[in-house]
């Protein structure tokens, strides 16, 4: 079907794990990283084998039960053969579904949330895309909050420290911790495959090299958590390999140490706190009769007391960063851990001095640390939602299931949705959401499923309608983010493949069909929304009296550096300097230790102060290890799992599982061997790599390995391929936040000696 590509030259392209350049050379696309980038993401390496691959889709198709029987809830999704039908018949059956649907249930019928991270430009972002179309063209949707990264952060720093990007992004930069750090207290690590990564794009990787410089220059780096190699080399650090999920419990060891022997620093708490009183009458056991010591958070985190003493007295008074990832909330009672770091930080003094204080999310992704860009990047307007509905971002499938439901969210009570319709574009529910037997359940109720994808992924699969889109090669845009100095024009470098078009395009042939089109496009195709969002940054540029190049001659040259803020420390350094003048947005306007609003929700799950709280999904006799469901090293999420770098980390087709050698031993499991994990929830298949990087009891299976039922017809099928998961559990971090709880469960884990399924995952569905 596709011709061979004539050779072209190298044109710039961007992508959420960097900026490249690509072209053809002899039918091969080949493509070279930006040369101002001093350590680029081997994941550009997905690009070249991705764009003609089976996965891809290559034309619309609806699922034959709901062509033939029209809309309705139906357990056939995933498991039916898809008809394929022209473009103008799919636009028709979309724009007529949707009408039938508001007409009869209101907006409030169809949940557009659309969850997922899709592609870096400004413009072709199926997000904003979706957003707007439901906003302009249907009336609006129910909407989905906060994220996966950060589910219980987003709501909790607000309460504690201040907007959740202002004090995430902007505070503590990696060039300050190059020159000034001198410990660095890391939980959960800042991985270097994990800040490969950010979104929008990013064109210099950083990290590795400042944390090189800061241990060159001294500074100490220790790492908290189950992986050894969730720091780089380059960081030279102390692994204190904690059990999964016991970080409170340890950093209560560590301030309790400090209390006790007057380490804290008392002028910091009383001029820039609220609440140590009430939080040191927990610490030390005032209020409920157990001292959180250092002996006492042994026996929880598994790390010796002694360590755990001296790391706090060796800490104090130095210049100290504590960082901390995502991956500590995305967990039970995911609030506590973050609360308790920032806590931590206060009693050590260090908010708002350079290289010092709460790096929250720091390395976690590449767009931490970096000083925010001076000038206004365009985005996609998204109208007016006519629709107040919404949900915590990973309460779906209970929302799918509980229709009219109670649920508690942040001080409210809130009633779930009644949903017919699910619109997604741009994400992947079936990687990222928790429990996928569940999900599956959830939505088997709804009456149409719509997804726009590039590639046949589990969520295609279990779609009504499918319309193909277009991989962002395969058309122009612009990528900038203000934690990124770079704005590049992203040029096409592919055809599109088979009959795939733009979302705009799709979602503008449907508005068309609902008598919006105007309103939808304002009369713009895409190469003017793209003048049109380049004026916005042009006109930012020239306000501050800085010559700036035409759009067309930023097209040419192919990219733009944009001025950067002065490395002032954010909010949190103008609050250290005077914080009458400048306090933080909390209610008492200073860093709440305790925090009377949250005590004022009256929840078990999340009290009034940091705490450590038991957990229910821990590791028993049937399922004796902790299973860390982290970031693939290969791929971004479930993004291009067919590319040809993830593709070649496969073992056996399937995706890697590392497993400490006692436990393989334990298992009589040998290196490369087939391996079965379950839980009461599920199961999958993975190949075993036996590695001393992890804590003993603890296995990891990094996300993104395509779901794959062995037998799709089963109610909970093995998935052969290894998506975590199918084991993961599905309920909120607490009643504050509801965020994921994905990261952490427990499992059992078993050699696999049945006759070894084919992966199918890539393989278009039947019919399609
Ligand atoms: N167990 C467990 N689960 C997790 C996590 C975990 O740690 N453990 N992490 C969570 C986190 S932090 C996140 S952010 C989520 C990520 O979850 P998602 O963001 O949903 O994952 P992606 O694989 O990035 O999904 C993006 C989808 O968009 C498609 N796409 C790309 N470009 C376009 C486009 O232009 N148009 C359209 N229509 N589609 C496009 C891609 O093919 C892909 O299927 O996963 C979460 N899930
Ligand atoms: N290559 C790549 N990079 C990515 C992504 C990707 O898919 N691929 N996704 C991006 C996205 S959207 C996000 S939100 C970020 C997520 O950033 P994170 O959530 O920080 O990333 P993870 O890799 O899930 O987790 C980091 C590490 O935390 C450790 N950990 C897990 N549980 C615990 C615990 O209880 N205590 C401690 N101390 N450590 C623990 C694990 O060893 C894990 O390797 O990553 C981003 N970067
Ligand atoms: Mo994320």
């Known amino acids: 079907m596709d011709q061979t590509p004539t050779d072209t030259p190298p044109r710039p392209h961007s992508s959420h794990w960097g900026v490249f350049s690509a072209g053809w050379q002899g039918g091969e696309l080949v493509v070279t990283p930006h040369p101002g980038d001093p350590d680029p993401s081997a994941i550009l390496g997905n690009f070249p084998g991705a764009l003609r691959h089976r996965a891809r889709i290559a034309r619309p198709v609806v699922r034959r039960g709901w062509l033939e029987n029209g809309p309705g809830p139906s357990d056939r999704r995933g498991r039916d053969e898809f008809v394929p039908v022209s473009w103008e018949k799919a636009l028709d059956l979309v724009a007529a579904e949707l009408a039938r649907v508001r007409g009869k249930f209101g907006a409030e019928g169809i949940f557009g949330g659309s969850y997922g991270w899709s592609s870096a430009g400004r413009f072709h972002h199926a997000q904003s895309q979706v957003h707007r179309f439901l906003n302009k063209a249907v009336g609006g949707y129910v909407r989905s909050v906060n994220s996966y990264s950060a589910g219980a952060s987003n709501v909790v720093i607000p309460h504690i420290l201040g907007p959740f990007e202002a004090i995430a992004r902007h505070c503590i930069t990696w060039e300050q911790i190059a020159a000034q750090t001198e410990v660095v207290l890391a939980f959960g690590g800042m991985a270097i495959r994990n800040s490969a990564v950010a979104g929008g794009g990013v064109s210099r990787h950083v990290e590795r090299g400042a944390m090189a410089a800061a241990h060159a220059r001294g500074a100490r780096f220790v790492l908290f958590s189950p992986l050894r190699d969730d720091l780089p080399e380059e960081a030279g650090a102390e692994w204190v390999p904690l059990v999964p999920g016991t970080d409170t419990a340890l950093m209560l060891g560590l301030a309790h140490t400090l209390a006790t022997e007057g380490l804290h620093d008392r002028a910091f708490l009383d001029r820039y706190c609220v609440g140590y009183p009430e939080f040191e009458a927990y610490l030390l056991g005032r209020s409920d009769g157990v001292p959180k010591s250092a002996s006492w958070a042994s026996a929880i985190c598994g790390v010796p007391a002694e360590r755990i003493a001296t790391l706090a007295r060796e800490v104090a008074g130095r210049r100290c960063l504590?960082?901390?990832?995502?991956?500590?909330?995305?967990?039970?009672?995911?609030?506590?851990?973050?609360?308790?770091?920032?806590?931590?930080?206060?009693?050590?003094?260090?908010?708002?001095?350079?290289?010092?204080?709460?790096?929250?999310?720091?390395?976690?992704?590449?767009?931490?640390?970096?000083?925010?860009?001076?000038?206004?990047?365009?985005?996609?307007?998204?109208?007016?939602?006519?629709?107040?509905?919404?949900?915590?971002?990973?309460?779906?499938?209970?929302?799918?299931?509980?229709?009219?439901?109670?649920?508690?969210?942040?001080?409210?009570?809130?009633?779930?949705?009644?949903?017919?319709?699910?619109?997604?574009?741009?994400?992947?529910?079936?990687?990222?959401?928790?429990?996928?037997?569940?999900?599956?359940?959830?939505?088997?109720?709804?009456?149409?499923?719509?997804?726009?994808?590039?590639?046949?992924?589990?969520?295609?699969?279990?779609?009504?309608?499918?319309?193909?889109?277009?991989?962002?090669?395969?058309?122009?845009?612009?990528?900038?983010?203000?934690?990124?100095?770079?704005?590049?024009?992203?040029?096409?470098?592919?055809?599109?493949?088979?009959?795939?078009?733009?979302?705009?395009?799709?979602?503008?042939?449907?508005?068309?069909?609902?008598?919006?089109?105007?309103?939808?496009?304002?009369?713009?195709?895409?190469?003017?929304?793209?003048?049109?969002?380049?004026?916005?940054?042009?006109?930012?540029?020239?306000?501050?009296?800085?010559?700036?190049?035409?759009?067309?001659?930023?097209?040419?040259?192919?990219?733009?550096?944009?001025?950067?803020?002065?490395?002032t420390g954010g909010i949190l350094g103008a609050f250290r300097c005077d914080p009458v003048a400048n306090p933080l947005p909390t209610p008492s306007g200073r860093i709440e230790i305790a925090s009377a609003t949250i005590a004022g929700f009256g929840y078990a799950d999340c009290p009034g102060h940091p705490a450590w709280l038991t957990q229910g999904d821990v590791p028993d006799a049937a399922h004796p290890l902790w299973i860390v469901a982290n970031q693939p090293a290969t791929r971004l999420h479930s993004q291009l799992d067919f590319g040809t770098h993830s593709a070649a980390q496969k073992r056996r087709d399937r995706e890697v599982m590392r497993i400490h050698p006692a436990d393989a031993a334990a298992r009589d499991i040998a290196e490369g061997d087939i391996v079965r994990l379950f839980n009461g929830r599920g199961a999958c298949l993975a190949a075993a790599a036996i590695s001393k990087a992890l804590r003993p009891g603890v296995v990891q299976l990094s996300t993104g390995a395509w779901y794959d039922p062995e037998d799709p017809q089963a109610d909970r099928p093995l998935c052969v391929h290894g998506n975590p998961n199918v084991l993961t559990r599905d309920v909120g971090t607490s009643r504050l936040a509801q965020g994921t709880t994905g990261q952490l469960t427990a499992v059992q884990v078993e050699r696999f000696d049945g006759e070894l399924p084919p992966v199918r995952a890539w393989d278009p569905p039947a019919g399609a």
């Open 322 to 567: 504590v960082s901390m990832a995502h991956a500590l909330q995305r967990a039970e009672h995911g609030e506590q851990p973050v609360w308790m770091g920032a806590v931590l930080t206060a009693m050590l003094g260090q908010y708002g001095l350079p290289g010092g204080g709460f790096g929250y999310a720091l390395g976690t992704l590449g767009h931490y640390g970096r000083r925010r860009v001076a000038v206004p990047i365009g985005g996609l307007p998204q109208g007016e939602n006519g629709v107040s509905a919404f949900i915590p971002v990973a309460r779906i499938s209970d929302m799918l299931l509980n229709p009219g439901a109670p649920f508690d969210y942040n001080g409210q009570r809130l009633t779930y949705p009644d949903i017919r319709l699910v619109y997604w574009a741009g994400g992947n529910p079936f990687h990222h959401h928790q429990d996928i037997n569940r999900l599956r359940e959830a939505f088997a109720r709804i009456d149409t499923l719509v997804v726009h994808e590039t590639a046949w992924t589990a969520t295609a699969r279990h779609a009504d309608i499918v319309l193909p889109c277009t991989m962002t090669l395969e058309r122009e845009d612009i990528a900038g983010s203000t934690s990124d100095p770079l704005l590049v024009a992203m040029h096409r470098i592919a055809e599109p493949h088979g009959e795939a078009r733009d979302d705009y395009a799709i979602f503008a042939g449907i508005a068309d069909r609902l008598g919006r089109k105007a309103e939808f496009t304002e009369g713009r195709d895409a190469q003017a929304w793209l003048r049109h969002l380049y004026a916005r940054t042009a006109e930012g540029l020239a306000a501050r009296g800085i010559n700036t190049p035409d759009f067309d001659t930023f097209w040419e040259a192919g990219e733009l550096e944009l001025p950067v803020e002065e490395d």
